[in-house]
């Protein structure tokens, strides 16, 4: 598949399951989208009346167990960044996603599901050239002991990821991934979601995470991993931390041309290097792939083939 120009689904695929929070059955339709629509949430059930939302970093409300978005009149979808992720890295700039509940349904907690639908699915190669939005400059970010970066790399996207945890049986991981279709399908899409025992408990007496199971959570307490069947990846932690972080970066609304570093971080640091990304308008610029004769994939973009695919469409100070 070629990747010079903008993506859509070839057709509809659904999924059911439940929120990780509330616990209750929900159902969620990934379909097509026109060119330049980006990723819109389409929450329905709602009274009769769907409401819709933007992907983007301003519909982002709250970032405390999950990345939430809505609108002036509140909340309309928790739980975005794994569905997120799976379209970003497999590929996909537009899309429509409906939700008929209030959360995105955490299916074993990855983004396998979502990844199997978009198989399902297919991916349509639209008319319209694919864009981009280029990191120019550094933009970083410190919150306590978490730090987060967004850089230029030339290559694609980067994302470099550390944690750092006091529970001994997670304790210090880090992951790099250059995104592509094909690593994020390999490495990244079946990395699950962790917590401990400890934070596991206290959420559920707070009334949070009553859909989390071992069915869809890595869950350690101070001594071991407590799922019978192990993990997936020796390093699945800071692997489902890269794969947030494709999520909660999607949320640019383009693919980023850059490299992100995270050092125990989460999606509160991920959105807020993001915003202050776009915040600064001489720190990026929104650059269009070529669609005549210079065609790559965009795996390769991955790999530096960038000189000579790309060319200015808009600088950063041009909405």
Same mark, same amino acid.
């Not at 409401?51 to 975005?80: H, K, M, N």
């Not at 992951?175 to 408990?201: H, K, N, Q, W």
């Given at each position: 598949m070629k990747f010079?120009?903008?993506?859509?689904?070839?057709?509809?695929?659904?999924?059911?399951?439940?929120?990780?929070?509330?616990?209750?059955?929900?159902?969620?339709?990934l379909g097509p989208a026109p060119i330049d629509a980006g990723f819109i949430f389409v929450r329905t059930g709602l009274d009769g009346c769907d409401?819709?939302?933007?992907?983007?970093?301003?519909?982002v409300i709250a970032t405390e167990f999950a990345t939430t978005l809505g609108d002036r009149d509140g909340p309309l979808v928790s739980t975005a960044e794994h569905v997120?992720?799976?379209?970003?890295?497999?590929?996909?700039?537009?899309?429509?996603?409906?939700?008929?509940?209030?959360e995105v349904p955490i299916m074993d907690g990855s983004a396998a599901a979502f990844v199997a639908a978009i198989d399902q699915a297919g991916i349509f190669t639209q008319s319209a050239s694919r864009r981009f939005i280029q990191v120019l400059k550094p933009v970083q970010v410190t919150m306590g002991k978490s730090f987060g970066e967004l850089r230029p790399h030339a290559a694609g996207f980067r994302a470099e990821v550390e944690i750092d945890f006091?529970?001994? !049986?997670?304790?210090?991981?880090s992951y790099m991934l250059d995104l592509s279709p094909e690593r994020f399908r390999r490495e990244?899409?079946?990395?699950?979601?962790?917590?401990?025992?400890?934070?596991?408990?206290?959420?559920?007496?707070?009334?949070f995470a009553l859909g989390a199971s071992f069915e869809?959570?890595? !869950?350690?307490?101070?001594?071991?991993?407590?799922?019978?069947?192990?993990?997936?990846?020796?390093?699945?932690?800071?692997?489902?931390?890269?794969?947030?972080?494709?999520?909660?970066?999607?949320?640019?609304?383009?693919?980023l041309l850059g490299a992100y570093r995270s050092v125990r971080g989460g999606h509160k640091l991920n959105h807020a !290097?993001?915003?202050?990304?776009?915040?600064d308008r001489s720190a990026w610029r929104v650059i269009e792939a070529e669609t005549a004769r210079r065609t790559r994939a965009y795996a390769e973009v991955g790999s530096g083939m960038v000189g000579g695919m790309v060319a200015p469409a808009y600088g950063p100070d041009v909405s």
């Amino acid at each position: 598949m070629k990747f010079s120009r903008q993506t859509t689904l070839r057709s509809q695929a659904t999924v059911t399951g439940v929120g990780v929070h509330s616990g209750l059955p929900v159902n969620l339709t990934l379909g097509p989208a026109p060119i330049d629509a980006g990723f819109i949430f389409v929450r329905t059930g709602l009274d009769g009346c769907d409401r819709e939302v933007q992907a983007s970093a301003e519909s982002v409300i709250a970032t405390e167990f999950a990345t939430t978005l809505g609108d002036r009149d509140g909340p309309l979808v928790s739980t975005a960044e794994h569905v997120l992720a799976a379209l970003r890295g497999m590929g996909v700039d537009n899309a429509v996603i409906e939700v008929d509940g209030p959360e995105v349904p955490i299916m074993d907690g990855s983004a396998a599901a979502f990844v199997a639908a978009i198989d399902q699915a297919g991916i349509f190669t639209q008319s319209a050239s694919r864009r981009f939005i280029q990191v120019l400059k550094p933009v970083q970010v410190t919150m306590g002991k978490s730090f987060g970066e967004l850089r230029p790399h030339a290559a694609g996207f980067r994302a470099e990821v550390e944690i750092d945890f006091a529970n001994p !049986v997670i304790g210090r991981q880090s992951y790099m991934l250059d995104l592509s279709p094909e690593r994020f399908r390999r490495e990244i899409c079946r990395a699950r979601t962790f917590g401990c025992m400890s934070d596991v408990a206290k959420l559920w007496s707070a009334g949070f995470a009553l859909g989390a199971s071992f069915e869809n959570s890595v !869950v350690f307490d101070d001594e071991r991993l407590l799922n019978a069947e192990g993990l997936r990846y020796s390093d699945e932690c800071a692997r489902h931390k890269v794969l947030d972080a494709v999520g909660d970066l999607a949320l640019a609304g383009l693919p980023l041309l850059g490299a992100y570093r995270s050092v125990r971080g989460g999606h509160k640091l991920n959105h807020a !290097v993001l915003t202050a990304l776009m915040a600064d308008r001489s720190a990026w610029r929104v650059i269009e792939a070529e669609t005549a004769r210079r065609t790559r994939a965009y795996a390769e973009v991955g790999s530096g083939m960038v000189g000579g695919m790309v060319a200015p469409a808009y600088g950063p100070d041009v909405s």
